[in-house]
T-cell receptor, first 110, second 118 residues
Framework: QSELTQPPSTSGTPGQRVILSCFGG????????VNWYRQLPGAAPKLLIY???QRPPGVPDRFTGSKSGTSASLAISGLRPDDEADYYC???????????FGGGTKLTVL | QVQLVQSGAELKNPGASVRVSCKACGYTFIDFGMTWVRQAPGQGPEWMGWTSTSDDDKNYVEKFRGRVTMTADRSTSTVYMELRSLQYDDTATYFCAVDHGTKGFDIWGQGTMITVSS
């Protein structure tokens, strides 16, 4: 399956923990590590998680990545209003011979 | 300060070509390759390809092969992305980003909006 599927939207309240999912296949998530990006309206994506669970400098430990089989997850704890954004998973795909992005999940903080 | 500065927005007719520049500042240019990602309005990002900044190695996604050329000018620390035979569905914001392979794209340009319209 050469595509990455993300739920189009999810929501949470301040302080809550939410989990964003990313579903792929053997040619991508099943064989490679996953990166996560966050994008605010009108801005470039920002790297949030790399290699499944690693956080770049400056990314708080409220953001936790994980992978199991052909799916990956991004957990955000202690939800804040400024976490409201679009979140994309990304992974190398052997069939594409390139990087794929999921369709994105829009997170709304109620 | 590590940053990528891209050229400005452009309006192009169908069939035309466009060249977007991406100037790297604040780090050793040849240490990392550059990736290009585009994003159509309301859509998710789409990876277009990658160019080495230290040699002539490149990798274009098949969809754009034959229509895109990515080059690196080491004398000015600038990467260029040329897209030819533009169509309406090429209307998008085009981003360059420093490519760390499995460690992701950590520095992004501000984006260049390309509009294809007659």
């Amino acid at each position: 399956q050469s595509e990455l599927t993300q739920p189009p939207s999810t929501s949470g309240t301040p302080g809550q923990r939410v989990i964003l999912s990313c579903f792929g296949g053997s040619s991508n998530i099943g064989g490679h590590t996953v990166n996560w990006y966050r994008q605010l309206p009108g801005a470039a994506p920002k790297l949030l998680i790399y290699e499944n669970f690693q956080r770049p400098p400056g990314v708080p430990d409220r953001f936790t990545g994980s992978k199991s089989g052909t799916s990956a997850s991004l957990a955000i704890s202690g939800l804040r209003p400024d976490d409201e954004a679009d979140y994309y998973c990304s992974v190398w795909d052997d069939n594409l011979n390139g990087w794929m992005f999921g369709g994105g999940t829009k997170l709304t903080v109620l | 300060q590590v940053q990528l500065v891209q050229s400005g927005a452009e309006l192009k007719n169908p069939g035309a070509s466009v060249r977007v520049s991406c100037k790297a500042c604040g780090y050793t240019f040849i240490d990392f390759g550059m990736t290009w990602v585009r994003q159509a309005p309301g859509q998710g990002p789409e990876w277009m390809g990658w160019t080495s900044t230290s040699d002539d190695d490149k990798n274009y996604v098949e969809k754009f092969r034959g229509r895109v050329t990515m080059t690196a000018d080491r004398s000015t620390s600038t990467v260029y992305m040329e897209l030819r035979s533009l169509q309406y569905d090429d209307t998008a914001t085009y981003f360059c980003a420093v490519d760390h392979g499995t460690k992701g794209f950590d520095i992004w340009g501000q984006g260049t909006m390309i509009t294809v319209s007659s």
